[in-house]
């Protein structure tokens, strides 16, 4: 067996489906920053924990790989928008939507379906990226919208169930 090309590495990646969230913190000087990730996944129940990912190409990646709090936005099957707006480089990413900062000093954005605010609690190098591990302080559920699903580098939504 030869050690996959990035091509192929991303295709066979591709072939999970996962949800997708959008990660915000803040940086040194109070400043929110956030993007768009589909590597969350949850963790522990007892306590509560999750995990997501940040990759080194990500402008933010210095302040999401030190931060002390994040909070992850899972989004719903409406928010496509809003998705391609945190996934794009050089803009200000706040501008003009609806967020606030929460009592926990985290920028928390509305509408979305779920929002956990978290305390990382360990971080580790994984070649291109870190993996952020979070205890979750503040569960906010807000909707049972249909969520926003990644697959195969294309956005999705939930079919009948099996
Ligand atoms: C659906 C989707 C999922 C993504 N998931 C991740 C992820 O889990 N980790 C990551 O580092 N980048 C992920 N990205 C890419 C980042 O959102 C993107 O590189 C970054 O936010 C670009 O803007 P920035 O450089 O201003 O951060 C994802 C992009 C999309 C569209």
């Known amino acids: 067996m030869t050690s996959p090309d990035s091509e192929t590495v991303r295709k066979a990646f591709g072939h999970f489906a996962t949800g997708v969230t959008i990660v915000t913190a803040i940086d040194n000087e109070g400043k929110s920053v956030g993007m768009t990730a589909s590597s969350f996944n949850s963790v522990s129940l007892d306590p509560p924990m999750v995990l997501w990912s940040a990759g080194a190409q990500a402008s933010e990646f210095e302040v999401f790989s030190k931060c002390r709090k994040f909070a992850v936005h899972v989004l719903s099957a409406t928010q496509v928008e809003l998705s391609n707006r945190f996934a794009t480089p050089g803009i200000e990413k706040f501008d003009g939507i ?55 580098s294309s956005y999705h939504q939930l079919g009948e169930s099996l």
């Open 98 to 152: 609806d967020w606030q900062m929460s009592l926990q000093q985290l920028p928390v954005i509305a509408g979305c379906p779920l929002c956990l605010q978290c305390e990382t609690v360990d971080r580790h190098d994984a070649g291109d990226h870190k993996i952020l591990i979070g205890r979750v302080i503040g569960v906010d559920i807000n909707s049972d919208d249909p969520p926003l699903l990644y697959y195969g």
